[in-house]
């Protein structure tokens, strides 16, 4: 995305408040908002480790606060902020929401629904299409789910030792290195 | 009806378990890059490789070992001659090829120019501008030729040797060629041969489940059964009855609730519908009254098996799923059999490590094979035989996502439910072949009815009246208009399923893909 307005940096900027909330508390640093008619009506950040549901990524979270004041008609005038490239799962699920358009920060080489290994969101499909736009704070992004991937996550049946792991802050714009690891 | 009753009632489908390919098997990709070739001294082809591979580093993920990192003369295809023998070639001369992705053409020309060769006559020298330059006379310019080659490797031997006929030649490596495309053989043998007995019965409970969700209105008839294979073992093990106990290897089961929402503070759709029975408008597709996939029976699957697994966290009754009677009937069921495991144990305590059925999930090309996994006994302490053990291990004892589980399902799921069962961890997924659905995500290819055996000169004998035996052919192999994903096992996504169809020895119903069109 070449140009973003004030109004798209401060919604990601929001986006980007739930990612750092998701790292604080042991969850993949994923954040995002919905916005309808330019106001924040749902926020989400990735809850798979609390909630033991591999499911509970952050656009569902976000989703289902808005509908709890919205009907589900309102998605096809809302947009999403979202700090990662949705994954296959949340690609389709906005699609069948008829989510407006999505913004992202990174792309998703390991799982990305939007353009890094399906097309969902143009693909044929009983449901109408979405435009994509990535690429907003794409290294603050990718910094995030770095920090984390350094992590061993105690969560999982057998953490992975990850002592010698340091944290990368090299951009040699490698945009496909850095996400894989981060996506691990 | 009484739960027990359903259950009771259940009659298995009769049918045979089926793989689905792999999109890698049903859509095999050709994908062409380019190489540069460069000849240089055979003597060399040693020190050549060397200084290749300090100097230029290799995509870990996208291995070119099928492609032969040096040609002799006679092993070039023929249309390369021209290109690279030219008139005289020198016997002195062998061909590397420099795979993609492609090095500057400076640092090739620097890496390689101590291993050309002088050339042949004066005219080859003099077409190569700067040979000459050089006072020393020694370091050749060296050419670089552009080639087209396969960037994955050849499924066939038939396919390799084309290819090296036709474009550069190349390794056939029957193991490493399914690796990449497909998961390992014995592994979907064994499993496959795994759910085969007790698949009929978990079909015909979801469509139970389904029946539920449908009459009670909730939403439409979709439904989806989790298993534990381990708690199969377990039975098996013990001498047990699969006939008599296969309900009792159920963690979840869990149906369509996409009416149920109270959306904007609202009455649901559900609620809408006065009356009982089933809602009138799963006849047509409204995006607005669909609720949304993670009202589906594979995402509340997830849902209930998560809240069981944080049983004693007093934050998950928070997160408690609204649950329907057959849903709350199966989660409060305990693990019969670790109770027998249990009963064992006090009679011989060398005998608390249960064997795990191989399992097949991975996260990288290098590790695709079982891999044996050995659990200690997740069973309370010594001497407790009375404590309830639950079907869904707690996080507390290990349990986590839906790790190694199988799930049945009346139909396709849709795209999303793929990758939710993916992130979900699930073994396995199993749906009835005539439950695929515009919509899904799993199926790889078209179904292929088997043509009716009449050989050809029956065909010529009706030549007057083919009418009806091509009609048969052609309706039955006729390809809905839909995408074939084949999700749940793609090289590229990080975590694999195996997924299997039920063929039915004889369907009943109408084929789900026929119907409306909506996401189950």
């Known amino acids: 995305m070449e140009q973003t307005t004030a109004e798209q940096a401060y919604f990601m900027e929001q986006a980007f408040k739930m990612a750092r909330n998701a790292l604080d508390t042991g969850e993949t640093p994923v954040g995002c908002v919905l916005v309808y008619e330019n106001k924040i009506v749902g926020h989400g950040m990735n809850d798979t480790n609390r909630s033991m549901n591999g499911t509970r990524h952050a656009e569902f979270l976000a989703i289902q606060e808005m509908l709890r004041s919205y009907p589900k008609s309102a998605l096809r005038s809302t947009d999403l902020y979202v700090t990662v490239e949705p994954c296959v799962m949340c690609a389709s699920a906005l699609r069948q929401y008829q989510i407006r358009s999505v913004y992202f920060g990174c792309g998703n080489e390991r799982f990305g629904g939007t353009g890094s290994i399906l097309t969902l969101h143009i693909d044929p499909s009983i449901d109408p299409p979405y435009p994509v736009y990535g690429g907003l704070q794409r290294q603050e992004a990718i910094m995030l789910l770095r920090r984390f991937y350094i992590q061993e996550n105690d969560k999982a049946p057998k953490p992975r030792p990850k002592k010698h792991r340091e944290l990368n802050t090299n951009f040699d714009d490698d945009p496909v290195a850095s996400v894989d690891e981060a996506t691990q | 009806m009484e739960v027990q009753d359903i259950i009771r009632g259940v009659q298995p489908l009769v049918g045979e378990v089926r793989p689905i390919k792999t999109v890698q098997e049903t859509q095999p990709a050709e994908e062409y890059d380019y190489a ?42 023929k249309h390369l001659h021209p290109l690279l023998l030219g008139d005289n070639a020198s016997p002195q001369s062998i061909f590397v090829l420099i795979p993609p992705p492609l090095p500057e053409v400076e640092l090739l020309q620097e890496l390689l120019a101590p291993f050309t060769l002088p050339p042949t006559n004066p005219s080859d020298a003099q077409s190569q501008p700067h040979s000459d330059s050089n006072p020393a006379g020694q370091v050749q310019k060296l050419h670089l030729h552009t080639v087209k080659v396969p960037t994955l490797p050849p499924l066939s031997a038939s396919q390799a040797n084309k290819w090296s006929n036709d474009l550069w030649p190349v390794v056939y490596n029957p193991a490493a060629a399914r690796a990449t495309v497909a998961p390992p053989v014995q592994v979907l043998n064994r499993t496959r041969e795994f759910i085969q007995p007790d698949a009929g019965w978990y079909l015909s409970l979801a469509r139970e489940v389904a029946k539920e969700s449908y009459q009670s209105g909730r939403g439409r008839g979709v439904g989806a059964v989790a298993v534990d294979p381990e708690i199969v073992e377990r039975i098996l093990d013990a001498g047990g009855d699969m006939e008599e106990r296969w309900a009792d290897a159920i ?216 009418q009806q035996p091509a009609q048969t052919v052609s309706d039955a192999n006729s390809s809905k208009s839909r995408e074939y994903y084949g999700i749940h096992w793609r090289k590229e996504l990080n975590w694999r399923a195996l997924g299997f169809e039920f063929v039915e020895d004889v369907p009943q119903g109408e084929i789900a893909e026929d119907g409306i069109a909506f996401y189950a």
Do not use: W
Not at chain 2, 351 to 375: A, F, L
């Open chain 2, 36 to 77: 540069y070739v460069a000849e240089v001294n055979v003597k060399s082809a040693a020190k050549v490789v060397k200084v290749l591979d300090a100097a230029i580093p290799r995509d870990p993920a996208r291995p070119m070992n099928h492609l032969r990192r040096f040609a002799k003369q006679s092993n070039l295809p």
């Open chain 2, 251 to 466: 963690v979840a089961v869990a149906g369509d609730a996409r009416y149920s929402r109270r959306e904007a503070g609202q009455p649901s759709v559900a609620e809408r519908h006065a009356g009982r029975g089933p809602n009138p408008v799963t006849q047509r597709y409204d995006a607005d009254l669909e609720g949304g996939p993670d009202l589906h029976a594979l995402m509340r699957a997830a849902e209930i098996i998560a809240y069981k697994r944080r049983v004693g966290d007093p934050d998950a009754e928070n997160d408690k799923p609204d649950l329907s009677p057959l849903e709350e009937y199966f989660i409060a069921q305990l693990d019969s059999s670790a109770l027998e495991l249990k009963a064992e144990e006090t009679q011989d305590t060398d005998t608390d490590v249960t064997p795990v059925p191989e399992k097949y999930q991975k996260t990288g090309m290098e590790e695709s094979h079982p891999i044996h996994i050995t659990s200690s006994s997740t069973s309370a302490p010594q001497g407790e035989s009375s404590t309830p053990v639950l079907r869904i291990r707690p996080r507390a004892q290990g349990g986590y996502l839906c790790t190694d589980l199988d799930v049945y399902l009346t139909h396709e799921p849709c795209v999303c439910c793929c990758m939710a069962l993916l992130l979900s961890r699930f073994r396995s997924v199993i749906y009835p072949q005539k439950g695929r659905m515009v919509s899904g995500g799993l199926a790889s290819e078209p179904v292929v009815k088997p043509v009716p055996v009449s050989g050809s000169d029956s065909e010529t004998e009706r030549e007057g009246t083919p």
